[in-house]
């Protein structure tokens, strides 16, 4: 074991002084090394383009012939890399991404569906996110230095945390989107109460008095006078409001006029973009 772990430090020593000669962006560097089931998987970045050594993947699949599987890929699904080793230099066929999947979907090995569910959900996002991840530098940390596992380790499961959470929250705001994006396209207007009831419906809790005081409170709605609850200036200015007057014809003959506040279809799509972003406005 202690032969083995020496001979991959030697290894790796040498890459990366060719790192540092030829720069981390040379394609025939191996990028990475990841470990499946005990199979090692090595990885060569160019570019964009993620390689695969062929010999590991077929070695995985059960491919026995490579050379004949290698030969049914298209040429651009395949190249031939030259990469240091304690050996010197070294010329391996590898696949990209697209001759990966042809090589997976060519297996009759049952396990080949679960090898792919790892490559796309493990190592791609892993080269993708990190480039460099495990270079010679920080696998000779590893084989030294047994913080270092813990916090790779640590590190990663902090970014799978991270994107479980953007994935629920993305889940739990979708219908909420969808309701906005349905009414950008009303052009009915309505009342304050009514608002109130769709921000309900939609996860945020206000009631019409308390939805009546905030608007008072953060200047889209007057306080005082014959101006209470109306909307102001800078409200109407924006097309948030619009004000309903109706005639009433009272018993005694004489006739009066109500105003009514009503928010508009744009004025909708304003307050309840509003408050999904940041319910906590209405604890204000």
Request: glycine letters at 6%; a positive charge; aromatic letters at 8%.
């Amino acid at each position: 074991m202690n032969e083995r772990i020496a001979q991959l430090r030697a290894t790796y020593t040498l890459a990366r002084k060719n790192f540092e000669k030829k720069g981390v962006n040379n394609m025939n560097e191996l990028q990475n090394i990841f470990n499946y089931q005990g199979n090692e998987v090595r990885t060569v970045r160019s570019g964009q383009d993620i390689f695969f050594v062929a010999k590991d993947v077929c070695n995985i699949l059960e491919i026995g012939n490579s050379r004949q599987a290698l030969s049914r890929l298209d040429e651009d699904e395949k190249d031939v890399i030259s990469t240091d080793t304690i050996k010197g230099q070294q010329s391996m066929q590898a696949v990209n991404e697209s001759g990966l999947y042809s090589l997976i979907l060519g297996s009759r090995k049952p396990e080949a569906k679960q090898f792919k569910r790892w490559i796309t959900h493990e190592v791609l996002p892993a080269i993708r996110k990190h480039g460099t991840y495990m270079t010679p530098d920080t696998i000779e940390k590893v084989l030294t230095d047994p913080d270092t596992i813990i916090q790779i380790a640590t590190q990663l499961k902090e970014e799978r945390l991270k994107l479980q959470q953007a994935e629920l929250t993305i889940h739990q705001q979708k219908p909420k989107v969808l309701f906005a994006d349905a009414v950008a396209t009303s052009e009915s207007s309505i009342l304050v109460g009514q608002l109130a009831k769709l921000l309900v419906q939609n996860g945020i809790h206000v009631g019409q008095n308390r939805m009546f005081k905030w608007l008072r409170d953060n200047g889209y709605l007057g306080k005082k006078g014959t101006h209470y609850n109306e909307p102001t200036q800078y409200a109407m200015e924006r097309g948030w409001f619009e004000v309903k007057e109706r005639t009433i014809n009272n018993p005694d003959g004489t006739v009066r006029i109500t105003r009514t506040t009503k928010v508009t279809g744009k004025g909708q799509v304003y307050f309840i973009n509003k408050f999904l972003s940041d319910a906590a406005l209405l604890a204000q």
